[in-house]
Every structure is written in structure tokens, then in C-alpha cells.
């Protein structure tokens, strides 16, 4: 078992910037890849970003590539998803997800593991 709880969310304008983190606990964290979705509301949850285990490659939704970065700090425990240059339509809950696997995935019902999400609203 894992659990993820994610932190960081907030208020912003437009073009500002925002670090989330999704602390894991329990099981050993580096063996697990690890990525963000989001769900604004009314719509369905979408892949933001996805890291393999050791951080060795990472992927991005076209919607944000350029402006969000994903990382993890395997010693802490801990996966961070870094967003500049925000907009309006980046308002969601952001969630982070957890895989027993070692590569990258970016579909959301393949993962095991949710956080409880973070909520991130930008305003024009």
C-alpha cells in the first residue's frame, strides 16, 4: 500500500506560478512511477504529467509542455510538479497517481494508487 497526499494548491493570476507536492508513504517510493492528473469541473480527469521510477524520462500533456515540469526527490519521498505561466484553463483538482512499474504511464486507470488531489484555481 502507499498513500499520497498532495499539497501546494492555491490561488494564482493568470502567468503566475505554483509548486505542488505529493508526499508518499509506506511502501518503498523509488519503485514506483509516478504522475499528475487534473479534473476542472464538469469534465473528465486528464493526464498533466508522468515520471518513470528513478526520473529518468518524463512525459507531458501538449496542453502544458513548456510550462509545467515534473520531478521526484526519491530520498523524500516526494513528487513535485512545478507550474509557470498559468491560466484560467489550468483551474482543477490536481491529483497524484502511484504505479508499481518502472516506466512512464500516462492513463489514468492504469495506476494503483490516488492522492485526495489539491484544488488550483487561476484567475484572469
Known amino acids: 500500500q502507499v498513500q499520497l497526499v498532495e499539497s501546494g494548491g492555491g490561488l494564482v493570476q493568470a502567468g503566475g506560478s505554483l509548486r505542488l507536492s505529493c508526499a508518499a508513504s509506506g511502501r518503498t517510493f523509488s519503485i514506483y512511477a509516478m504522475g499528475w492528473f487534473r479534473q476542472a469541473p464538469g469534465k473528465e480527469r486528464e493526464f498533466v504529467a508522468a515520471i518513470t521510477w528513478r526520473g529518468g524520462m518524463t512525459y507531458y500533456a501538449d496542453s502544458v509542455k513548456g510550462r509545467f515540469t515534473i520531478s521526484r526527490d526519491n530520498a523524500k519521498s516526494t513528487l513535485y510538479l512545478q507550474m509557470n505561466n498559468l491560466k484560467p484553463e489550468d483551474t482543477a483538482v490536481y491529483y497524484c497517481?502511484?504505479?508499481?512499474?518502472?516506466?512512464?504511464?500516462?492513463?489514468?486507470?492504469?495506476?494503483?494508487?490516488w492522492g485526495q488531489g489539491t484544488q488550483v484555481t487561476v484567475s484572469s
Open positions: 497517481a502511484a504505479k508499481n512499474t518502472i516506466v512512464y504511464i500516462t492513463t489514468s486507470n492504469l495506476y494503483d494508487y
